[in-house]
């Protein structure tokens, strides 16, 4: 097996990192303000703001899905009420607390649907151009965003069979290139991808693109242990990073069960090359949300600034 970091087949030029322009509009600007001078700067090329306004949008449709919810939960409110309505003392109670709950994070959603009110619908094929076109920019947050599959929906693949099938050519290499350049979710996406174990649970779009490889996911897995083990931490930290260190050790020891002598050594090996030679993981990367399955959280807004 090379020791490379390359594999699969060719990326597509990626450009160096994007250099310091025009600064991104002050976080928390309303995006119907800033929409139509993003997306001209993003069709100039510029990856920061392609980035942004990506993140922007991704983050108003989940809003939209969030007040969907919302008003189905509001349909189960009024329905557990009548289910309760022969006991009075626990009606009442039931809707004090249900009545409470909703209205803090009602007032939150509010708040955040603002963000998008006025905002021109962009289709999910659109959305995933985007998130390419700064992956492809050099924007990192961008390119760990596209290449760990965190651009499409499962609930929008039938539109975004084209931009898939382009994803499926090139995000190995580039989900390679992220993690080289120092990303921790993407670490742990191709981690999680490569280990064998994912054939017998739910796979994330990266893992449907890459062939098994356990020396890789462990040499991977080790990598962001120890990026993880060198981060400071508060109290709060703590706490989330005992949860990861317990995954991580699950998944280290399942495949560390399976591996021959031969592969665990390439392992080894990786795990020592990748170490001396990859941009090492800031802090910063460490603060997402990672699963069992290789599943990394959507990058906010905010980071495309970086």
């Not at 760990?144 to 898939?164: E, H, K, S």
Request: hydrophobic share 40%; aromatic share 4%; glycine share 6%.
């Amino acid at each position: 097996m090379p020791l490379d970091a390359s594999a699969g087949a060719a990326a597509p030029h990626i450009a160096n990192a994007p250099a310091a322009s025009a600064p991104l509009p002050a976080q928390g600007t309303p995006l119907r303000l800033v929409f139509d001078d993003l997306k001209r700067r993003a069709g100039t090329g510029d990856a920061r703001a392609a980035c942004r306004l990506a993140a922007e949008l991704e983050q108003c449709e989940r809003v939209r899905m969030q007040l969907a919810q919302f008003d189905d939960q509001m349909g189960s409110r009024r329905h557990t009420q009548e289910v309760v309505a022969g006991n009075p003392e626990e009606t009442a109670r039931r809707k004090d607390m249900m009545e409470r709950l909703l209205a803090k994070r009602g007032q939150r959603l509010l708040e955040a649907s603002e963000q998008c009110d006025g905002v021109p619908v962009i289709s999910p094929a659109q959305r995933a151009d985007l998130w390419r076109a700064a992956a492809l920019g050099g924007s990192l947050p961008a390119l760990t965003q596209y290449a760990v599959g965190n651009a499409f929906r499962l609930r929008d693949t039938l539109q975004v069979l084209p931009q898939l099938q382009v994803y499926r050519n090139e995000a190995e290499s580039l989900a390679l290139q992220a993690a080289q350049r120092g990303s921790l979710p993407a670490t742990l996406a191709l981690a999680g991808a490569y280990s064998p174990q994912r054939e017998s649970g739910r796979r994330t779009y990266l893992a449907q693109v890459v062939t098994p490889d356990p020396a890789r996911s462990l040499a991977l897995y080790l990598r962001a242990q120890q990026a993880l083990g060198n981060t400071p931490t508060d109290q709060a930290q703590a706490r989330r990073r005992r949860f990861r260190d317990t995954m991580f050790e699950r998944n280290i020891d399942w495949l560390r069960a399976n591996m021959s002598p031969d592969q665990m050594a390439q392992a080894d090996a990786l795990s020592r090359q990748w170490q001396q030679q990859w941009t090492p993981v800031p802090p910063e990367e460490t603060r997402g949300t990672f699963s069992m399955d290789g599943g990394v959280s959507d990058i906010a807004p905010a980071r495309c600034g970086d």
